[in-house]
């Protein structure tokens, strides 16, 4: 491989590169700007557009294959474990999660879910 430097050919090439992929997140809190988590709270994660304000407890979430993507016993991560969940059930659109580690859960954050130790 030979690496040219500007001087030699008169150009620079920039390169950018996706190392993420696609990105899970979460919608807003109705206005909140946060949300206090306690641990073993219940909340549901929903692909489902609310048209009025969200239930209480509720998370809308951006991707509308998850619910088919995730399955029971799956953690779910916010912000690379700002905050987790474990998956107790799918009802439809709608994932039932159980708060394993509690903080504040902030609006757009990043949601990952591992299966088995490894990122899904």
Known sequence: MT??????????VAIMMDTEGSEIHIGELGGAPSAKIEDGEIWIFSVQAFD????????????????????VGDKLLVDSGM????????????????????????????LTFWRDGSLV
């Not at 690496?3 to 620079?12: A, H, N, Q, W």
């Open 52 to 71: 009025s304000p969200r239930p209480e407890c509720t998370i809308n979430i951006n991707y509308d294959g998850f619910a088919e993507d995730v399955k």
């Open 83 to 110: 905050v987790r969940f474990d998956v107790i059930e799918k009802i439809g659109p709608d994932v039932k999660c159980r708060c394993t580690d509690p903080e504040l859960l902030l609006p757009r954050a990043n």
């Open 3 to 12: 690496i040219c430097t500007p001087e030699d050919k008169g150009f620079v």
